[in-house]
């Protein structure tokens, strides 16, 4: 498999404070990575540096995208490279459509004028899928959507862009059983070999539907352990307290 993001002892700053101590991370096309950690931990943080939000600055260390050091990258030209973030809130924005919204991302994103009837076919398949209402479509962007609803969104706008590395920030929060079920079935359904998934959840629920190839356990800004699915299994059962420790030295 191809290696599809280097991460070489990443330190991050944001607030004057130093976040994420010396984080190194591999992900090859066709994994599924899943970071687990308290709250606090740095999770968001390590996945705004590889998105390139300037709020948080890389002070150490290297990030690599298909070989090319990104460290220096603006978002706009990650996204280009295949590199998309879910938000943990996601906010409104008045006057602009979710289909006008994912149209102008996607024409942003692949350099190419979106034409309206096959993208308006693309939307629509993707939105039957993820069981949304098609009059979304024309609502303005999180205007009154319920949390359920944003998440949706989230996947939905991942489906239509088709990143290479796709960033998914505790989607499964705030969802009813049903909707965890649809949003992981949707997330394992894009999810294949030309792809990387990049999961944050301190649940276990989208795990059950997508058994990740690595688990790295986050604490005070560092990963204190990594290994495959049975990881997740055992925070599950025993939480983070045998990790704490080695997050706080
Ligand atoms: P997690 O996602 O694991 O819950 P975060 O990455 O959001 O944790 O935050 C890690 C720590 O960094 C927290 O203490 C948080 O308050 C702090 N932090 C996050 N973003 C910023 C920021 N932009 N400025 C200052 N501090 C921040
Ligand atoms: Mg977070």
Same mark, same amino acid.
């Not at 890389?58 to 978002?75: A, N, R, W």
């Not at 909707?179 to 990049?198: F, M, P, Q």
């Given at each position: 498999?191809?290696?599809?993001?280097?991460?070489?002892?990443?330190?991050?700053?944001?607030?004057?404070?130093?976040?994420?101590?010396?984080?190194?991370?591999?992900?090859?096309?066709?994994?599924?990575?899943?970071?687990?950690?308290?709250?606090?931990?740095?999770?968001?943080?390590?996945?705004?540096?590889?998105?390139?939000?300037?709020?948080?600055?890389?002070?150490?260390?290297?990030?690599?995208?298909?070989?090319?050091?990104?460290?220096?990258?603006?978002?706009?030209?990650?996204?280009?490279?295949?590199?998309?973030?879910?938000?943990?809130?996601?906010?409104?924005?008045?006057?602009?459509?979710?289909?006008?919204?994912?149209?102008?991302?996607?024409?942003?994103?692949?350099?190419?004028?979106?034409?309206?009837?096959?993208?308006?076919?693309?939307?629509?398949?993707?939105?039957?899928?993820?069981?949304?209402?098609?009059?979304?479509?024309?609502?303005?962007?999180?205007?009154?959507?319920?949390?359920?609803?944003?998440?949706?969104?989230?996947?939905?706008?991942?489906?239509?862009?088709?990143?290479?590395?796709?960033?998914?920030?505790?989607? $499964?929060?705030?969802?009813?059983?049903?909707?965890? +079920?649809? !949003? #992981?079935?949707?997330?394992?359904?894009?999810? =294949? /070999?030309?792809?990387?998934?990049?999961?944050?959840?301190?649940?276990?629920?989208?795990?059950?539907?997508?058994?990740? $190839?690595?688990?790295?356990?986050?604490?005070?800004? +560092?990963? !204190? #352990?990594?290994?495959?699915?049975?990881?997740? =299994? /055992?925070?599950?059962?025993?939480?983070?307290?045998?990790?704490?420790?080695?997050?706080?030295?």
């Amino acid at each position: 498999m191809n290696e599809l993001l280097r991460i070489e002892n990443l330190h991050v700053a944001a607030g004057g404070k130093e976040l994420l101590h010396g984080v190194d991370l591999i992900i090859h096309t066709g994994e599924a990575h899943v970071v687990m950690g308290v709250n606090g931990a740095g999770k968001s943080t390590l996945l705004h540096a590889i998105m390139g939000n300037p709020a948080y600055e890389v002070t150490e260390g290297k990030i690599y995208f298909e070989g090319q050091d990104i460290t220096d990258l603006s978002v706009d030209k990650r996204a280009r490279l295949g590199i998309f973030l879910s938000f943990q809130s996601p906010i409104s924005v008045a006057g602009i459509s979710v289909e006008n919204f994912i149209r102008t991302a996607k024409t942003a994103v692949t350099g190419e004028q979106q034409r309206l009837f096959p993208f308006k076919r693309l939307l629509k398949a993707s939105m039957q899928d993820l069981d949304m209402d098609p009059a979304y479509a024309s609502r303005y962007l999180n205007d009154g959507f319920s949390g359920g609803e944003r998440k949706k969104n989230e996947i939905l706008q991942m489906r239509v862009l088709s990143p290479k590395l796709a960033m998914l920030d505790e989607t $499964d929060s705030g969802l009813d059983v049903d909707a965890v +079920r649809t !949003v #992981a079935k949707n997330i394992a359904d894009y999810h =294949d /070999e030309t792809n990387a998934l990049l999961l944050i959840t301190h649940l276990n629920q989208l795990i059950r539907f997508i058994r990740p $190839d690595r688990v790295h356990i986050l604490i005070g800004g +560092r990963i !204190v #352990a990594e290994g495959g699915p049975e990881l997740a =299994d /055992e925070v599950e059962a025993r939480g983070f307290d045998a990790y704490r420790a080695a997050g706080e030295a």
